[in-house]
């Protein structure tokens, strides 16, 4: 994959979103190219390779985050222990624990603030967001999932978070994954998209509460990331 995305220069909104977009520019983007935008849901866009240029400034500060409040495996409402490592940046961050699934202002491992939500991440996600049409997008949440070979996240909707007019942006680092993208229940059938280095993922308005997850992370070694895969969602919360 080139290690340039073409985001800089070329914008394609869902002619959904800019009716005014005329045909001829719409013949320009081929949909062979595998970098250019993917529509997988009226208001869900795959960007493949849309934070690699911000790659090489995001793992230092990924590593910062992660020396200040390290991954841990949860334990589900039900008992059961994560296989995915978790933590988080930003002003609220993920939990879960016996009394459930919630956001946290503070660290329960260190009792104190999750680490700030970088600014490269922040920026990042604001303008993914705003190529899939949702515009002024303020992450105050950024889950980090560090996923190892074989490691799963079965189907779930994300909804603990307060406004579901805020779109997920999801970063994918690391090793490929398959996503798995279903219906509003869980019985709908669900598309695979294949998630690599660098893709980002933006779902929101109809498409926010669709079942969502992910298959065994297949064995690898990422030139970066060695046997992990890392993938950051980053919301508005609160
Ligand atoms: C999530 O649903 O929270 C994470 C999805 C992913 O790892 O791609
Ligand atoms: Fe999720």
């Not at 940046?89 to 700030?116: E, F, I, M």
């Not at 560090?146 to 579901?164: A, M, T």
């Amino acid at each position: 994959m080139p290690a340039k995305a073409p985001y800089h220069t070329v914008h394609a909104p869902c002619p959904r979103h800019n009716p005014s977009m005329m045909q001829t520019e719409l013949d320009l983007f081929n949909p062979q190219d595998p970098l250019q935008p993917q529509w997988v849901g009226n208001q869900a866009v795959l960007l493949p390779g849309f934070a690699l240029p911000q790659v090489q400034a995001l793992l230092p500060v990924l590593r910062e985050v992660v020396a200040q409040a390290p991954f841990r495996h949860m334990v589900t409402p039900g008992g059961l222990k994560m296989a995915v490592g978790l933590t988080n940046c930003g002003a609220l961050g993920w939990v879960s624990d016996r009394q459930g699934y919630r956001y946290s202002p503070v660290d329960p491992l260190s009792n104190q603030s999750w680490p700030v939500l970088p600014e490269v991440l922040l920026e990042l996600a604001n303008r993914a967001a705003a190529l899939a049409g949702f515009n002024n997008f303020q992450a105050d949440a950024c889950l980090i999932n560090c996923y190892r070979p074989g490691n799963r996240l079965s189907l779930h909707q994300d909804r603990d978070e307060r406004d579901f007019t805020q779109p997920i942006v999801s970063v994918s680092l690391g090793l490929p994954a398959v996503f798995l993208f279903g219906g509003h229940t869980r019985k709908e059938p669900t598309q695979r998209i294949g998630l690599r280095h660098g893709d980002v993922l933006v779902w929101g308005g109809e498409d926010r509460l669709r079942y969502h997850g992910v298959l065994p992370l297949k064995p690898g070694a990422h030139p970066l990331l060695g046997n992990l895969r890392i993938n950051l969602t980053l919301r508005k919360a609160g």
